[in-house]
């Protein structure tokens, strides 16, 4: 990275060209570096017309499938259970397929094609899309990204009509936001493994026969060393728990699933020994667009139920649409879904377009879009009022189903944090070059000199504007738009900077610092893949037809504006230290200790 920084400076449209065909750049490790890798996000990627005729169809049937089933979906959510006939029906749809090669029985779908399939079945039924998605998103991915041939021809076919229903056994009682910790082990005996353990909350548990398993192929106590397996529920030793009485997705099957003494060949194994920690990781990072595409779906779904709401309830002699405060929920509810669309849309098209590295853009579209169906789930409900809070109404159902998407697949806190070091790593190891630089100055003047010049020139490109620190392609009726993205990115470069200079290795423990840092990437992601949306509506329908879309890049843009803006002052001066010793003193009596008796 070093070395591919400083070319860039010195020749720049061959660098800009040469960085762009390269599959390994990120988007947001540049963005940490002060460079806007513009070429990656425009145009807008755009399905192509085959891809859209299918997808129009997929939308058309769906419709047919589960639209009636409102009344059923209600029912199972308070009975907890999917009856098994319409697990049959999903089935026979194929969407237990979508995402696998046509060669072997499946519908062949990109990231793009699977995230837009996954958002409509969750404008119905939440847990359905969490059934579809867990098969899909983490269940068989494994297959799919590390599977041998011999494997992938074994099992794919059966995966795809659905034969096979796939989960993806990660979790235990002692081990959650801390994978690397799991406690189920898998020792050598002959060409087999001896899986034994315990998970916990497995989606699709029980009624699945193909299961991803994560085990210890050491010892227990370390850390890391663990294998994927694809262990299948006629093998012996194999059993699952009752059905979980959960808050939300009720009518999905989650259950713990126990591996006793369970024999698996070799030829079972996933990927390497050893190296089961980066599958598991590689395979929640590729998934993350179905869960981003479901919280989209949900929103959308959320929007035409309060705007019917807010145009049929009247109050004080008048539809409750006309007032401001109720505008106000509907305006960024509208803001908050196109925002979600266009980052979850922006991921999965960096996927399909062989993009590698796209696991911090992954984990920001996650937690936003997640957060954000949380915002609109809550005001959708507030503004039904009273109605909202009945079971009769499926506000509340919404609520309680969204709020899981938070906390799996890599909780919240667990992701900004990832999102922070991770998008932040180049510009540390930049740094650590330059600190041995200083020292080297003097025993190798030569590569002293380069690293350090390199730095003048980034810091240098930083304080003018120019080179890539600037977007050269959106349309100028964006203008004000762009500046506000380009201020923000020099600030966050020059913070993120500031931060690891200040904390070097110990940045790992400063959270509240990293979550600031963290907030300003995700704002600064989703704003770019918006920006990109609508320059290219604007180019392709003009001004007045891309008239709503440049009011959502008003709104969001000042919004992101201000928040950027207040992260980075809180940088230096904030109540954090306060703020621990308050939960510090809270921990030490577990209790609040105050009361006005
Ligand atoms: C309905 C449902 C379905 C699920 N499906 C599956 C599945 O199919 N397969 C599977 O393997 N798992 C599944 N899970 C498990 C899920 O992925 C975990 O619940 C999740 O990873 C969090 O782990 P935990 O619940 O143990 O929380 P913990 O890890 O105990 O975390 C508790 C809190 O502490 C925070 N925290 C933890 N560590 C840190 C840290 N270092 N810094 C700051 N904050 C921290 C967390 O963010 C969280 O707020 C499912 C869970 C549910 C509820």
Redesign the pocket.
Known sequence: MVLRASEALETQPKDVKQRVTNKDTSFMRSLCMGYIEEDMLLPFPAMSAEERETLQGVVGSLGDLLGPREKDFRAWDRAAEMPSAYVDELKAFGLFGLIIPEAYGGLGFGSAAYSRTLQEVAKFDASTAVTVG?HSS?GMRGLLLFGSEEQRTRFLPRLATGEMIA?????EPGS???AASIRTTAHREGDDWILDGN?L???NGGIADFFTVFAKTENADTRGHMTAFIVTRDMPGVSVGPHED?MG?RASS?TTVHFEKVRVPDSHRLGEVGKGFKVAMKILNSGRTGLGGGAVGTMKHLISLATRQANERSQFGKPIREFGLIKQKIGQMVVDCYASESTVHMVAALADQGYEDYAVEAAISKVFSSEALWRCADEALQTAGGNGYMTEYPYERIVRDAR?NR?????N??LR?FIALSAMDDVGRHLKELSKSLQGVFEDPIKGFGVLREYALRRASLATGIRKSVFTKLDPRLKSHTAIFEEATKDLAIAVDRVLRKHGRNIIGK?FASKRLAEAMIDLFVLACTLSRVNSSLLANGEEKARQEMQILDVLSDQVRRRVRQNFDLVDRNEDESLKALADHAFELEKYAWDTI
């Open positions: 867990a983490i989960a993806f056994c990660l979790t959650g936001s801390d998970k909350w497995i989606t959960k997705l989650t899981i906390i799996f697949e890599g909780t806190e667990i944090l959270q």
